[in-house]
């Protein structure tokens, strides 16, 4: 199987009762077996239950992990894109909130392709990447959206455990629009494909500062 990701020989890694896995030996994403993919109006299904409220606290609090350190680095004004926002935008009010203007796009709910005829400050993807069927060509368009010198902050759950008995316990794969999935590894060979300076801040977030042009 080629990896989705860096196009090298990925081997299977488990099964469960749902899907395949695969596991890169080079950029070490693990990736469920493109067979097993929904449909388009399936996993819009899914989405469409997701309860993402603005004026929830819990909410708010979630995406904070991601809004504080990304706000601590950026300055007023700045313009950013909220890729992937969902059904009930709210990170972007969060960072508004901070004096940044912002943009949004998601598939399903923002379709407005012209917001990613832009390059941004920063851009923010939060449970997004870990949905990419085609993650190579998806983290390039992400990269993209992305000034030089400019933030991308990312939040997905990492593979902290390598263990395949930990993988196969791990909720966070049961969710059938979960897709592709980071170890550590995956994320390093993420910011030296891409020219990016990493900082891994927990288990769930992650921000990345796109190089300058050399």
């Known amino acids: 199987m080629q990896c989705t990701l860096c196009s090298s ?12 896995y695969f596991r890169c030996g080079s950029c070490d994403l693990v990736f469920a077996d493109p067979q ?19 004026n929830d606290p819990g909410y708010r609090r979630f995406l904070a992990q991601l809004s504080t350190p990304l706000i601590e680095r950026l300055s007023p004004g700045m313009r950013g894109l909220d890729f992937g ?3 009930g935008p709210t990170l972007n ?3 508004e909130e901070q004096g940044m203007s ?12 012209s917001t990613l005829q832009s ?3 920063f851009v923010t993807a939060t449970e997004v990447v870990e949905h990419f069927r085609q993650p190579a060509e998806s983290w390039r368009e992400l990269v993209e959206l992305v ?3 400019g933030w991308l902050g990312v939040m997905t759950a990492l593979m902290n455990k390598a263990g395949i008995a930990e993988f196969k316990n791990w909720h966070y794969k049961n969710d059938l629009t979960h897709v592709s999935f ?4 995956t994320i390093a060979w993420l910011a030296h494909a891409f020219k990016l300076d990493c900082h891994v801040l927990s288990e769930r977030v992650v921000l990345f500062k796109r190089r300058r042009f050399e």
């Open 36 to 54: 097993s993919r929904l449909t388009a109006a399936d996993e819009k299904v899914i989405y469409d239950f997701h309860e993402n409220d603005p």
């Open 102 to 113: 912002m943009d949004l796009y998601d598939l399903y709910y923002f379709p407005d392709k």
């Open 9 to 20: 020989t990925a081997v299977e890694y488990c099964r469960d009762r749902k899907r395949r």
């Open 85 to 87: 926002c969902g059904p």
């Open 119 to 121: 390059q941004y400050d």
């Open 93 to 95: 009010l969060l960072l």
């Open 147 to 149: 000034k030089p010198d």
């Open 182 to 185: 980071y170890s550590p590894q």
